[in-house]
T-cell receptor, first 114, second 116 residues
Framework: GENVEQHPSTLSVQEGDSAVIKCTYS??????FPWYKQELGKGPQLIID?????GEKKDQRIAVTLNKTAKHFSLHITETQPEHSAVYFC?????????????FGQGTTLQVKP | GAVVSQHPSRVICKSGTSVKIECRSL??????MFWYRQFPKQSLMLMAT?????????EQGVEKDKFLINHASLTLSTLTVTSAHPEDSSFYIC????????????FGSGTRLTVV
């Protein structure tokens, strides 16, 4: 089955610096790759997603890149702020994207130091 | 945007009792509902997938008789933890897959279950 590997497990940056989180997936049929932010005691919140027909997507200070050949995708946060501190999860699914299984990476705890 | 309401947010129950967790899609039809559990400082592990009106499909290692899932309507799915034990204590999260403009997955806010 699908396996998603996420690195690093923890990441500490200074406010204003960039943060990059990387994920690799095993199922070449995966075609939907969302990123979630989870705060303590809450459910995951979608921050950005990308489909397999797109190589890059940006939303203000957040961007995601996808390399289908290498089967990896990355989350880029620029000009980090303390409110970006949270646990981030990547995920992958196949099929129509909203009915296929969503498999999560192991998570990255991001700490942004003021 | 798409909203999934999950209740209760926290529940404490005694060993041997059953607990029901509800997930409702408030403004869209959830054709597919997913149930996850998450242990502290770990990732979300998919337990089962259910389609409205059909029996749930459970992931390997998940006891279907212990974790009963009902998805009787396009807006409501329930997870019942039967004969709960302390090792069932976890954070349970539902996710709904919608259609149309609500493409993607919308997560509930989670339920913290503590079995004493």
């Amino acid at each position: 089955g699908e396996n998603v590997e996420q690195h690093p497990s923890t990441l500490s940056v200074q406010e204003g610096d960039s943060a990059v989180i990387k994920c690799t997936y095993s199922d070449s049929a995966s075609n939907y790759f969302p990123w979630y932010k989870q705060e303590l005691g809450k459910g995951p919140q979608l921050i950005i997603d990308i489909r397999s027909n797109v190589g890059e997507k940006k939303d203000q200070r957040i961007a995601v890149t996808l390399n289908k050949t290498a089967k990896h995708f990355s989350l880029h946060i620029t000009e980090t702020q303390p409110e970006h501190s949270a646990v981030y999860f990547c995920a992958a699914s196949r099929g129509s994207g909203n009915t296929g299984k969503l498999i999560f990476g192991q998570g990255t705890t991001l700490q942004v130091k003021p | 945007g798409a909203v999934v309401s999950q209740h209760p947010s926290r529940v404490i129950c005694k060993s041997g009792t059953s607990v029901k967790i509800e997930c409702r899609s408030l403004d869209f039809q959830a054709t597919t509902m997913f149930w996850y559990r998450q242990f502290p400082k770990q990732s979300l592990m998919l337990m089962a997938t259910s389609n409205e009106g059909s029996k749930a499909t459970y992931e390997q290692g998940v006891e279907k008789d212990k974790f009963l899932i009902n998805h009787a309507s396009l807006t409501l799915s329930t997870l019942t933890v039967t004969s709960a034990h302390p090792e069932d204590s976890s954070f349970y999260i539902c996710s709904a897959g919608g259609t149309g403009r609500n493409y993607g997955y919308t997560f509930g806010s989670g339920t913290r279950l503590t079995v004493v």
